[in-house]
T-cell receptor, first 115, second 113 residues
Framework: DAGVIQSPRHEVTEMGQEVTLRCKPI?????LFWYRQTMMRGLELLIY????????DSGMPEDRFSAKMPNASFSTLKIQPSEPRDSAVYFC?????????????FGPGTRLTVL | GESVGLHLPTLSVQEGDNSIINCAYS??????FIWYKQESGKGPQFIID?????DKRQGQRVTVLLNKTVKHLSLQIAATQPGDSAVYFC????????????FGKGTKLSVIP
């Protein structure tokens, strides 16, 4: 298995532009999580899905952030418009179920830089 | 280790020595804890977990200790190897039906060959 796949690995954009981050979870996993990592705030959960349905988006910082999971093998995190303070590494993780003792497998992350 | 501002606490250990990484968690209601390892340029990777009804759990070369009285978690790595160099995070789950993990800021472990 290739593990969780994220694209792009690096994204540099200008303030005001739309950014779309992509994630392919491990095949057969029903739960998907989006995290953001910065030096100041560490690793923060943004939103998570179960069976393609968003369960909790309380971690999404602002309305500029949105996430979708149109099918079991694909999810997107969109920022529109982007701002410099959105610069961070964004991780996607998947697990076989929402049960917290089911290991979350993390992707390699997308490093976003907003100029 | 707690993070302060932009700087992660760093632990430097001689190869072959034992490492102890500490974590203070925030919520006395948390009932499940995980240690993650994050190597440079990669996502976090599960190392070991422990439930609040235990105070010690051992894996391969790693041991997690939980002290609920003072809300403290530690990760012990035996015979530390260069491949152990990474940032280590503790994470807690608040229980009560929560599916979320709350991560600590991390500690950077550097192994001196």
């Amino acid at each position: 298995d290739a593990g969780v796949i994220q694209s792009p690995r690096h994204e540099v954009t200008e303030m005001g532009q739309e950014v779309t981050l992509r994630c392919k979870p491990i095949s057969g996993h029903n739960s998907l999580f989006w995290y953001r990592q910065t030096m100041m705030r560490g690793l923060e959960l943004l939103i998570y899905f179960n069976n393609n349905v968003p369960i909790d988006d309380s971690g999404m910082p602002e309305d500029r952030f949105s996430a979708k999971m149109p099918n079991a093998s694909f999810s997107t995190l969109k920022i529109q418009p982007s701002e410099p303070r959105d610069s961070a590494v964004y991780f996607c993780a998947s697990s076989s179920s929402l049960a917290v003792n089911n290991e979350q497998f993390f992707g390699p992350g997308t490093r976003l830089t907003v100029l | 280790g707690e993070s302060v501002g932009l700087h992660l606490p760093t632990l430097s250990v001689q190869e072959g020595d034992n490492s102890i990484i500490n974590c203070a968690y925030s919520n006395s209601a948390s009932d499940y804890f995980i240690w993650y390892k994050q190597e440079s340029g990669k996502g976090p990777q599960f190392i070991i977990d422990i439930r609040s009804n235990m105070d010690k759990r051992q894996g391969q070369r790693v041991t997690v200790l939980l002290n609920k009285t003072v809300k403290h978690l530690s990760l012990q790595i035996a015979a530390t190897q260069p491949g152990d160099s990474a940032v280590y995070f503790c994470a807690e789950n608040l229980g009560a039906g929560s599916y979320q993990l709350t991560f600590g800021k991390g500690t950077k472990l550097s192994v001196i060959p």
